[in-house]
C-alpha cells in the first residue's frame, strides 16, 4: 500500500509565507514525478508545480519567481516554498506522486488528501 500526505497549510496575511510537504510512503519501487496541485472553490484542480527525479522543474505561470518546488528523493518527500503570497492563492492544495509500487511493472499516480491554504487580505 502506498500513502501520500501533505502537511503545512494554513491561514496567512496577504504577502506572507508558507512551506508545504508531502511524502509518499509504503511498497515504492520508484518515484518519477512529484507535484502540487490546488483547487479553489468553484474552479478545477490544476498545476501548481513539478518536479521530476532528476530535479527538472515546471511551474504555473501566476506563480513563477514565488513558488519554489524542492525534492529529497532519500526521504520520497517533495516540498513547496511559497513565496508573496495573494487572496487569489487560497485553495486546498493537493500532492502528487508518478511512482511505481514495489512487484508493479508500469507507473500511476497516487494523490494525497488535500491541505487547505488560505490567504487573508
Known amino acids: 500500500q502506498v500513502q501520500v500526505v501533505e502537511s503545512g497549510g494554513g491561514l496567512v496575511q496577504n504577502g506572507g509565507s508558507l512551506r508545504l510537504s508531502c511524502g509518499a510512503s509504503?511498497?515504492?519501487?520508484?518515484?518519477?514525478?512529484m507535484g502540487w496541485y490546488r483547487q479553489a472553490p468553484g474552479k478545477q484542480r490544476g498545476l501548481v508545480a513539478a518536479i521530476t527525479s532528476g530535479s527538472s522543474r515546471n511551474y504555473a505561470d501566476s506563480v513563477k519567481g514565488r513558488f519554489t518546488i524542492s525534492r529529497d528523493n532519500a526521504k520520497n518527500t517533495v516540498y513547496l516554498q511559497m513565496d508573496s503570497l495573494k487572496p487569489e492563492d487560497t485553495a486546498v492544495y493537493y500532492c502528487?506522486?508518478?511512482?511505481?509500487?514495489?512487484?508493479?511493472?508500469?507507473?500511476?499516480?497516487?494523490w494525497g488528501q488535500g491541505t487547505q491554504v488560505t490567504v487573508s487580505s
Open positions: 502528487k506522486a508518478f511512482l511505481r509500487e514495489v512487484g508493479s511493472n508500469w507507473s500511476k499516480d497516487y
Open positions: 509504503g511498497s515504492i519501487a520508484t518515484i518519477n514525478t
